[in-house]
């Protein structure tokens, strides 16, 4: 399986413009083959008469860097459960 067939699409959008010219913009979200890291994509490519261009870049984060600033980020929740009420805190590194 290939790592196109394995990202998210977190965007993809097409603009034309009035004086021919053509933007593609795609942002994708996925794993790296070690499962270790996320890779989040950009990728622009911009037609115009004069010609073609693209760029593609792409950030990585680890994913354990990535689920603490999920959780440092998160509100704390409260839960009801037989009848008592307990607060759910974000777990602190």
């Known amino acids: 399986m290939s790592s196109e067939r394995q990202s998210l699409m977190l965007q993809q959008r ?3 413009h009035a004086n021919a010219n053509l933007h593609c913009r795609e942002v994708s979200l996925r794993l790296s083959s070690d499962q270790r890291d996320m890779i989040l994509t950009r990728y622009t490519e911009h037609y115009s008469p004069e010609g073609l261009q693209w760029v593609e870049r792409s ?3 680890p ?3 990535l689920l603490r600033w999920v959780i440092e980020q998160g509100e704390p929740q409260t ?3 037989g009848g008592e009420v307990s607060e759910v805190l974000p777990i602190a590194r």
């Open 14 to 16: 097409v603009v034309k």
């Open 79 to 81: 839960l009801v459960q």
């Open 59 to 61: 950030h990585r984060v």
């Open 63 to 65: 994913v354990t860097d």
